[in-house]
């Protein structure tokens, strides 16, 4: 039987006001694809924005403001919030919408991310070997940003949202105590 090979991406970006979904499905050309729906449910809350023919084709690639996401209701256009890190479940369906879907937890890291990069900026490298208090902090960032990795695939490969969460939120403790005074909170 023909079908369509459904696939999204939600890559990390540093960006923190857009969440990004690409379409990157294989779809067969003998069968038509009918009624997409894309459903995204943000952290913490438990029904799912829908977003369906009217806004989404074959090959989609969206960059979802807090507004799109049904976190901010005024000044959308003008302002953007930024969207939380966490846990986004993305689910992606074609007609017939309850047998050809595929469903991805999505572990948003930007503000974590964003604190790294706060961190780099701070060292100060230069193109020598630098002194060992700043070797010391690079390798504590190694380290965390490798939490942070294992807290990606604990959510979106092993399936294990609560392990990545907690690894999530430790690496994020210890990027505060690495003291950078330009970091905002997460």
């Known amino acids: 039987m023909a079908q369509h090979s459904l696939s999204l991406e939600a890559p990390d970006t ?24 894309l459903e995204i449910t943000p952290p913490g809350f438990l029904r799912p924005v829908q977003f369906t023919e009217a806004d989404i ?39 017939p919408n309850e047998y050809v879907y595929v469903e ?9 991310l964003r604190k790294i990069q706060d961190i780099y900026c701070e060292l100060n490298l230069g193109a020598c070997d630098p ?30 949202p609560t392990k990545g ?6 690496a994020v403790k210890l990027l505060d105590k690495l003291k950078c005074t330009s970091c905002s909170s997460c």
């Open 104 to 112: 991805y937890n999505h572990l948003r890291i930007t503000c974590a």
């Open 57 to 95: 084709s074959i090959g989609f690639n969206l960059n979802l403001t807090a507004c799109d996401l049904g976190l901010q209701n005024t000044s959308c256009g003008t302002e953007f919030y930024d969207l939380p890190d966490g846990i986004y479940i993305i689910k992606y369906s074609v007609s």
């Open 14 to 37: 540093l960006n923190k006001c857009i969440l990004r979904v690409v379409d990157t499905s294989v779809y067969n050309s003998q069968v038509t694809v009918k009624c997409p729906l």
């Open 165 to 170: 969460m907690d690894l999530y939120r430790y």
């Open 131 to 160: 002194p060992a208090s700043v070797k010391t902090t690079l390798n504590e960032v190694r380290m965390i940003e490798q939490y942070l990795k294992a807290a990606k695939a604990m959510v979106e490969f092993c399936l294990e």
